[in-house]
């Protein structure tokens, strides 16, 4: 049922206004005033991009962080340009295990059956966008972080978004945001590496390496990065 409402737009509208509108930090669904969708699956840099995009370019009405295949359903059946983020899924789905409890007790030992949702989750997300590949515009994660200038990865922005700015004004505002992020600080949902959440990803990635389904969602990420 849950991965139902995660696939179906109609069910997924409902979730969204009914209980998740109403719950936690709110943020945008889509609307006629739309411009651009940004997203990607858990803990692939989402928020990094978005703090990027916002502090580069003037105000851009964007939706974000939603994380599921209704919510990409949506732009690409209005038109909206649509931006997917992939990162290794070693590194994402570990970073997201642990986002689960950045904020309560660990638990002891793995849960497994948690991890092998993540994977699936994970396979199913980027199958999707693979099937769409000729509407959506993939950002690797390993060129977002280390790209000395946004516009280099995503030049479409650039055209649509910078009327007026020089290359030299945009690419001045692009320093001073990557510079100043931060993201979350608490030590296992922190944006940014942190030693304890490092030490904790290994033991994941070894959990990891020795599961079947893993293999599916590696072989999306590397067709995605080709």
């Given at each position: 049922?849950?991965?139902?409402?995660?696939?179906?737009?109609?069910?997924?509208?409902?979730?969204?206004?009914?209980?998740?509108?109403?719950?936690?930090?709110?943020?945008?669904?889509?609307?006629?005033?739309?411009?651009?969708?940004?997203?990607?699956?858990?803990?692939s840099g989402n928020t990094f991009l978005v703090?990027?995009?916002?502090?580069?370019?003037?105000?851009?009405?964007?939706?974000?962080?939603?994380?599921?295949?209704?919510?990409?359903?949506?732009?690409?059946?209005?038109?909206?340009?649509?931006?997917?983020?992939?990162?290794?899924?070693?590194?994402?789905?570990?970073?997201?295990?642990?986002?689960?409890?950045?904020?309560?007790?660990?638990?002891?030992?793995?849960?497994?059956?948690?991890?092998?949702?993540?994977?699936?989750?994970?396979?199913?997300?980027?199958?999707?966008?693979?099937?769409?590949?000729?509407?959506?515009?993939?950002?690797?994660?390993?060129?977002?972080?280390?790209?000395?200038?946004?516009?280099?990865?995503?030049?479409?922005?650039?055209?649509?978004?910078?009327?007026?700015?020089s290359d030299q004004e945009i690419y001045s505002?692009?320093?001073?945001?990557?510079?100043?992020?931060?993201?979350?600080?608490?030590?296992?949902?922190?944006?940014?590496?942190?030693?304890?959440?490092?030490?904790?990803?290994?033991?994941?990635?070894?959990?990891?390496?020795?599961?079947?389904?893993?293999?599916?969602?590696?072989?999306?990420?590397?067709?995605?990065?080709?």
């Amino acid at each position: 049922m849950k991965q139902l409402f995660k696939r179906n737009v109609f069910l997924y509208k409902l979730w969204f206004f009914l209980i998740r509108n109403n719950r936690g930090i709110r943020v945008p669904f889509f609307n006629s005033s739309t411009q651009l969708y940004v997203d990607g699956y858990p803990r692939s840099g989402n928020t990094f991009l978005v703090y990027l995009i916002r502090e580069t370019y003037p105000p851009i009405k964007m939706v974000h962080y939603l994380h599921v295949i209704a919510s990409l359903k949506i732009p690409l059946a209005k038109k909206i340009p649509t931006y997917i983020i992939v990162r290794d899924p070693y590194e994402s789905i570990s970073s997201n295990y642990l986002k689960r409890y950045a904020y309560r007790k660990q638990p002891n030992g793995l849960i497994e059956h948690l991890l092998d949702d993540l994977i699936s989750e994970y396979f199913d997300y980027y199958t999707f966008v693979i099937g769409k590949i000729n509407e959506i515009k993939i950002v690797p994660f390993r060129k977002l972080i280390d790209s000395a200038q946004l516009p280099a990865i995503m030049p479409e922005l650039n055209k649509t978004f910078a009327a007026g700015f020089s290359d030299q004004e945009i690419y001045s505002k692009f320093l001073s945001a990557k510079s100043s992020f931060q993201g979350a600080t608490d030590p296992l949902g922190a944006s940014l590496p942190t030693p304890e959440k490092e030490a904790r990803k290994i033991i994941l990635k070894n959990y990891l390496r020795n599961s079947a389904k893993m293999k599916e969602a590696v072989k999306c990420f590397e067709k995605l990065s080709m």
